[in-house]
């Protein structure tokens, strides 16, 4: 009896762990198009132009997307494999993999980019 018990709390894991990852998913694509399309300030100092800029290098930049691009892209696989968890009560382990390897990136991407 103990054990099912413990099968479903880990399939209410899955349940609210689905739509987290979802949301970092969304938030580090459009966070990542964002810095794709923004200029370096070197980049606008260069042109003598004014307007939004990334504050960091182009290496900085280039390490950020490079990062944060595959970061919410598996995120978004993560979270999938986390529903499939909850309805098949199969593979919850890759699931928590992918959620960490997903959030290890984001968060390399997030420290590099703003130091």
Known sequence: MGQGRTRVAWRVVGVLLAPVLAFGC???????????????????KAA???GECFSGSSLQKGITLGLG???????????????AFV????????????AALAVVLGGLSILIGTV
């Not at 969304?26 to 606008?44: K, N, Q, S």
């Not at 691009?69 to 529903?83: D, E, K």
Request: glycine share 14%; net charge neutral; hydrophobic share 55%.
């Open 26 to 44: 969304a938030v580090m694509l459009v966070a990542m198009g964002d810095i794709g399309g923004t200029p370096t300030c070197e980049e606008l």
């Open 48 to 50: 003598n132009s004014a």
């Open 69 to 83: 691009w595959p970061s919410g892209a598996l995120a978004g696989v993560a979270a999938l494999a986390a529903l």
């Open 87 to 98: 309805i098949t009560g199969r593979r919850g382990r890759l699931a928590l993999q992918l």
